[in-house]
Nanobody, 131 residues
């Protein structure tokens, strides 16, 4: 069974920071490589999820949405399928539910930011940025 578990969300003031964690299990036993792991977020009251950042387990390449570039950092933990998202300079627009996802064999062009390419999702962790 594949499981992705997020943690680290919370409430912070504008300009604050949070470190989100995603621990995935079961991906190695699928018989196919699922090297791309990503963070998506869904703003309160909105339907769609937007990609925030992605990390390729195989080649360690990173990808970021323009809205978070230079503020967020995605990295890998000691475990192969553990990924962190370090956020800084948070604004109210960053509020939402953050989801960890995995699925594409690599974080290649078009794939990393396409929600439909991800087969596995966590339940999400809440991030609230307010004064």
């Amino acid at each position: 069974e594949v499981r992705l578990v997020e943690s680290g969300g919370g409430s912070v003031q504008p300009g604050g920071s949070l470190r989100l964690s995603c621990v995935a299990s079961g991906l190695s036993g699928l018989g196919a490589s699922r090297n791309c792991m990503a963070w998506f977020r869904q703003a309160p009251g909105k339907e769609g999820r937007e990609v925030v950042a992605a990390f390729d387990i195989y080649d360690h390449t990173t990808h970021y949405a323009e809205s978070v570039k230079e503020r967020f950092n995605i990295s890998q933990g000691e475990a192969e399928h553990t990924v962190f998202l370090q956020t800084t300079g948070l604004t109210p627009d960053d509020s939402g539910t953050y989801y960890c996802a995995a699925g594409p064999p690599k974080c290649g062009r078009w794939l990393w930011g396409n929600r439909n390419e991800y087969n596995y999702w966590g339940q999400g962790t809440q991030v609230t940025v307010s004064s």
